[in-house]
């Protein structure tokens, strides 16, 4: 997954469900002040935080991690938002959220 595709992919969900977009793109200085990972898919520009509108039920969280999953994307659920970023990229095989 290149970065376009993984904007693509994004967009797809956005459209879907009742998500907002709390982090995208980050310098090196944000990801840091932010406590990211040193190797964090958000320098890429290939990570982004979400959060839920609060009357979101679970079956509609599970429905966008199929979704997600299909998109070649993986959610990563933390304590107030999800991170999405490729499930895997031949270009950046990172790992860290
Ligand atoms: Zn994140």
Request: include cysteine; proline fraction near 4%.
């Amino acid at each position: 997954m290149n970065r376009a595709e993984f904007d693509a992919a994004c967009a797809t969900l956005e459209l879907g469900f009742a998500i907002s977009q709390t982090s995208g793109r980050r310098t090196t200085h944000r990801n840091k002040t932010v406590g990211g990972h040193p190797e964090s898919w958000h320098l890429l520009g290939m990570g982004r935080d979400y959060v839920w509108d609060p009357w979101v039920k679970d079956d509609a969280r599970a429905l966008m991690r199929k979704r997600a999953t299909q998109l070649g994307l993986r959610v990563v659920s933390e304590d107030d938002h999800d991170h999405i970023q490729p499930e895997q990229s031949a270009a950046f095989p990172r790992s860290a959220a």
